[in-house]
């Protein structure tokens, strides 16, 4: 978790702060206070005001101290599909694959490239849902009362690996990464441990599956076997950094390179770094010109990375960068925020989210 910027004194001696939410809900975040001593020190345990998604963004309080004003950011994201032209040079006009006005996260495909697996609150709480992108209806992967969301292909081509997670402002529990077949069915537990973040694999005949764990100062990556969930510390890319919860990774499909960037912080030419799992050689590489980009994906060849970037003006694009930092400007967007973005395992499409942005103003009293 990472303190926000939003932060206020009140009048009767308590410190009431925004802290994002753990990994991979990092871009949520929600309203706490402590009480202070009257040397502005803590006097107590910190409490938790708030538990819903998206980011707070200020935070205000009224004379007294008895009442918060503070803000949300709203982002209402739906999943869009691409053509991948010319080689991979250029995209087609994107196309709105899901219709509803709820949450909708695109995170893999199947193995045919005919359909994209994405996360969504139309239920009420995340659930995975799978959908054609020759079709206007999605259906139900995975259901219940959970959280669930990260829905990825394994190796085997036939199984989706899924987490559990709390819901906000439920009890910290340990994440559970779980696996499903394609077709659908009873899901199975893989693994569980506390701070799980991304899971990703590689496609056959690779059979490496990673995920991470977070602390407040490293990223540490882990092997496992997408069925037994045996597990082995890779220590050699693990990534020592203050700001840990800020990374965001991607695996290339052939299991051989590690991508890793820093998203979330207004940076000048931010850069990815490329780690070879075979020999744990680096390579830096910057997308110049930008001011940051907020997570990254392979590309279906694994010649290079998709890159949601954006600048300081409201500016937003898609970047595909290669492996030597070539950046191409595939996509450009002034009204709408850009995503990650999934390519198809044939490369010959690319799902993506886009979002336009609400604020929202709420207001707390007798905490």
Not at 43 to 65: F, I, K, Y
Not at 98 to 125: C, E, I, M, Q
Not at 177 to 185: I, K, L, Q, T, Y
Not at 230 to 259: H, V
């Amino acid at each position: 978790m990472e303190l926000g910027s939003a932060l206020v004194w009140t009048s009767d001696n308590h410190l009431v702060y925004s802290m994002s939410e753990p990994a991979p809900n990092q871009d949520d975040s929600n309203v706490w206070s402590v009480p202070l001593d009257a040397h502005g020190h803590i006097a107590g345990a910190a409490v938790r005001l708030t538990a819903a998604p998206d980011e707070v963004s200020g935070l205000s309080a009224s004379a007294d101290g008895k009442r918060i004003t503070y803000t949300k950011n709203y982002l209402n994201p739906s999943v869009y599909v691409s053509e991948l032209n010319s080689g991979g040079t250029r995209l087609s006009t994107p196309q709105r694959l899901t219709l509803d006005n709820w949450r909708d996260y695109p995170f893999s495909w199947t193995a045919d490239s005919k359909s994209v697996l994405f996360s969504s609150d139309r239920d009420g709480t995340f659930h995975i849902f799978k959908q054609r992108i020759d079709q206007s209806a999605s259906d139900l992967l995975i259901g219940g009362n959970e959280e669930t969301s990260l829905p990825r292909l394994a190796p085997d081509n036939s199984t989706i690996l899924f987490e559990i997670w709390p819901r906000l402002g439920e009890p910290a529990s340990p994440r559970r990464v779980m696996r499903v077949s394609v077709a659908g069915g009873p899901p199975q537990l893989v693994l569980q441990h506390d701070g799980i973040g991304n899971i990703q694999c590689a496609r056959h005949p690779s059979d490496l599956c990673l995920y991470d764990l977070r602390s407040p100062t490293r990223v540490s990556f882990f092997r496992f076997d997408s069925a037994t969930g045996t597990s082995e510390e890779l220590p050699q890319i693990g990534i020592q950094d203050e700001n840990s919860y800020a990374y965001n990774w991607t695996l290339a499909p052939d299991g051989k390179m590690l991508a890793t960037a820093k998203g979330k912080i207004l940076q000048r030419d931010p850069s990815i770094t490329f780690t070879s799992l075979e020999d744990g050689s680096k390579r830096i590489v910057t997308a110049q010109a930008w001011a940051g980009i907020n997570s990254i994906d392979f590309a279906a060849d694994g010649r290079s990375v998709w890159a949601p970037a954006y600048t300081n003006t409201g500016k937003w694009a898609l970047l595909n960068i290669d492996l030597q930092g070539r950046t191409k400007t595939m996509l450009e967007d002034t009204q709408m925020a850009i995503g990650w973005a999934i390519p198809a395992p044939d490369g010959k499409h690319l799902a993506f989210w886009k979002a336009r942005g609400n604020f929202e103003r709420a207001m707390l009293e007798g905490f």
